[in-house]
Every structure is written in C-alpha cells, then in structure tokens.
C-alpha cells in the first residue's frame, strides 16, 4: 500500500517542491489549497496549473485529490497580504517592516482543516496518513507559527482532541534547510521525476506584489518573497522561469539579477 500525505499548497516553490519531494518518494497525495482572501491569489491558478500538469504526465493518479477551500475571511484579518491591507513592504526578509505579512493565526486555522482531512483519511483506508509541511528554516525569524514549538504544541492539541490520531504523523523534511536547499531538492526531484524544472517552476508564484499586465501575471522582484527566490536561483546558478515585471512593464531575467543583488549588497551593507 502507497504512503499517504496531506499537503497545504499554496501554489509557491516550497510547498510546490514539498509536491514533488512526496511524488518522488511514492506517496500518495491530496492537496489542500486556501483561498483566505490574499493579494497574491494568482498563486491558486499557479497551484492548479502545476497539479494539472503532474497529472498530465502521468505523476499523479487521481484529478480530484485537488481541493480549493474559499474562505471568507479576509475582512476579519489585519495583514499586508489580504485584500484591503496596506502595501506589502519591499526589501529584505529579516527586515522588521516584514512583520506586517504575517496573517493572523492563517496556520492554526489552515492546520485544523489539514489535521482533520488527514485523520478522516486514515480512517477511512486504515492506512497512516503524513501531514506534509513545507515550512523551512528562513520563515522562522518572520513567521512564529512556522516554527517547530508552535507545530508541536498545536499537534499535542490536535492528537488531544481525537480517537485514532495516532493515525496520523507530522512530516517537514525541509525544517532545517533554506530556500535555496529546498530549490536545490526540486531539482534533483525533477531529474527523478523526469520532469523539465522550468515547467514546474512557471508554475508557482512566490511573489506577494505580483504585477498584472495584458492579461498575464508577472513576479514583482522587490517584495522580500521575491527577493528570496531570486536569491535562490542565483546560488544555483540557474535561470528563475517565472517572468517579472516592475512598473515599466515586463523585464529580462538579467534585469531582475542586477536589482536583486543591489537589494542583497545594501542588506548586508
């Protein structure tokens, strides 16, 4: 029998290489994508662009383990990243200004649903069912409910208000490592997989100010999501396929690495 997960999509590169990482390791997956009201929504089309296409190449059996849950709360949540909220701030991740995108308890609420589909899984095929998380060691400092105290205390909560949880287990093989050790997995994934890793990666969005233009979504490159991406990509060696634009419209990957690094010289300045 197959193992099984449960993951949270979102549509990004972590929790889009997590996908890959669990298809490579021959679970199998239901994906769990949240509409909270966020700015950047176009990463729900990414999310479903990417699972279309794992489907399509014959890595994913069943269409319909793809699940969208539109939430209607993003009037009720103080954050950058909803709709109605300030601008998302520019620069750095481990600037302080950053603060102001983290959504209020969104993992605790996302996690309760997580917790519960995984456990009527379990239940239902008899089988142990992994909650899979892509959260690594670059949210920590910014996001609280990335961290491994918060997911310990909130399982002990979720196995202390349930029969049979112990059905049910935690899995984050990316807790210790970066983005770029997460990019640096996807890859190897792909070469797994037999996959091209461009057709993967235009298929996820880590942008928080994403740009419209023409009817295309475009990756702004000064948000600090960007600019963490980016700076994967760099590491590596390897060319981002997501295309970015600024507000003169579409710009050349070239472009994007010569104000990312200005980006990362003042940080680090």
Not at 130 to 137: E, L, N, Q, V, Y
Not at 140 to 147: A, F, L, N, S
Not at 194 to 206: A, H, L, M, P, V
Request: proline share 2%; glycine share 8%; charged share 30%.
């Amino acid at each position: 029998m197959k193992k099984k997960a449960v993951l949270s999509l979102s549509g990004g590169l972590d929790s889009s290489t997590l996908l890959l990482y669990l298809l490579n390791k021959g679970y199998e997956v239901k994906v769990i994508v949240f509409d909270y009201g966020q700015k950047h929504s176009v990463e729900i089309e990414r999310a479903k662009s990417l699972w279309d296409y794992l489907v399509k190449k014959g890595l994913i059996k069943n269409y319909y383990d793809f699940h969208l849950i539109k939430m209607n709360i993003g009037d009720l949540l103080h954050s950058n990243l909803v709709k109605g909220g300030e601008d998302v701030p520019e620069g750095h991740y481990q600037e302080d200004n950053m603060k102001s995108t983290v959504v209020p308890n969104r993992n605790k609420i996302f996690s309760s649903i997580i917790q519960a589909a995984a456990l009527s899984w379990a239940i239902e095929t008899g089988s142990k069912v992994d909650i899979s998380m892509g959260i690594h060691s670059g949210d920590h400092d910014v996001y609280p409910d990335c961290r491994q105290e918060f997911r310990d205390i909130d399982f002990k909560a979720f196995q202390s208000g349930n029969w049979d949880s112990e059905k049910v287990s935690l899995n984050t093989p990316f807790l210790n490592g970066d983005k770029t050790d997460i990019l640096k997995n996807g890859l190897s994934c792909c070469i797994d997989l037999g996959i091209d890793y461009k057709e993967i990666y235009k298929r996820t969005n880590t942008s928080y100010k994403p740009i419209y233009i023409n009817g295309e979504w475009y990756s702004d490159y000064k948000s600090a999501s960007s600019v963490e991406r980016v700076e994967s990509f760099l590491k590596l060696g390897i060319e981002d396929p997501v295309k970015y634009a600024d507000e003169t419209g579409e710009v050349s990957w070239e472009k994007v690495v010569t104000e990312v690094t200005k980006i990362l010289k003042n940080y680090e300045s």
